[in-house]
């Protein structure tokens, strides 16, 4: 909806053939949506599949949090280097997601102990 402040993969086809066809291929996850994230923290090699429920909370305006209450989230971590800075360690990481919740990647980061 763009009557609402929201950032968001916005679909559009210049015919009606191209929008139907990206929109085949967003809910057969033909359509991959990548992100390159550094979080904190040294996070152990080899891809990783977080697939947690994520809810908006009602009580904190803008906030999301892993819940069972919540929908489905899907997404795939692989951590790509390693670096160290004032004795403080991140990882810079390749995100794949498939569903797009609300702070999906920060939530499911933070779920896997990488904010």
Known sequence: RLDTPSSGLILVGKTFKGYYTLRWQMDTYELGREYLVLV??????????????????????????????????????????????????????????????THQIRVHAKHIGHP
């Open 40 to 101: 904190h923290g040294r996070m152990p090699e080899g891809k990783r599949v977080v697939n947690a429920k994520i809810k908006v909370s009602k009580v904190t305006q803008a906030s999301s949090l892993v819940s069972e209450e919540g929908k489905p989230a899907w997404s795939q971590i692989e951590p790509l280097l390693f670096l160290e800075r004032c004795g403080e360690q991140f990882s810079l990481v390749l995100v794949t997601i498939r569903t797009g919740r």
